[in-house]
């Protein structure tokens, strides 16, 4: 009785051996799509947070152009902030005024760079980070390509002038962020794709 119990209890396949039970295939294939849902929703925060960087830089240096171009220094915090309206055909803060066009070569580079890594992003910290990284590198990108005195050759607008610092912009402060985040989260430890390694 017990043998036949087990003989009907037991589905076989064709071949006579015991059928493997499919419940483990359809956990991973679960687990799978939780995952690459996971990963859109990561891939959108990037590029919302790269967005809305790119806005906040586009607008803010149409407003200077409009209305602080070939004016006086608007003084924010007495003379320890101002905006002040200036071209700089350097990198960010200024530096390396002579190599516009590699800058703008860098620039593009990391944007591919971004757009490539983010089919393995699965951080939300990361995530953030990346966005500021290519909101901030499109900014300034963008002055490059449309801005005089040429295509890939336009210097780029800054207008944040700290005392006893460099002028600069936002697209630059989302940079430094993000690279500052990254740095941060590469300390910890904690991978694009989600993972967390110890050294």
């Not at 909101?135 to 295509?151: E, H, K, M, Q, W």
């Amino acid at each position: 009785m017990a043998e036949a119990e087990r003989v009907i209890g037991t589905p076989e396949s064709p071949d006579g051996a015991e059928a493997e039970p499919e419940q483990s295939s359809g956990a991973q294939e679960q687990d799978g799509g939780a995952a690459r849902s996971r990963g859109k929703r990561r891939i959108a925060v990037l590029f919302a947070v790269a967005a809305v960087a790119y806005a906040l830089d586009l607008i803010s240096k149409m407003i200077v152009v409009a209305k602080l171009e070939h004016h006086e220094p608007v003084e924010i915090i007495g003379d320890w902030l101002r905006f002040e309206a200036i071209r700089n055909a350097g990198a960010a803060f200024g530096f390396g005024e002579a190599f516009t066009v590699i800058f703008t070569v860098i620039a593009a580079a990391v944007i591919v760079v971004i757009a490539r890594l983010a089919r393995k992003l699965y951080s939300l910290p990361w995530a953030i980070a990346l966005g500021m990284l290519l909101g901030g590198a499109l900014g300034n990108l963008t002055d490059r390509i449309f801005r005089s005195p040429g295509v890939f050759e336009g210097a780029v607008v800054d207008f944040i002038a700290p005392k006893h610092f460099a002028v600069f912009n936002l697209a630059d402060s989302a940079i430094v962020c993000g690279g500052i985040l990254i740095v941060l989260l590469s300390f910890k430890g904690l991978d694009p794709d989600g993972t967390v390694h110890k050294d």
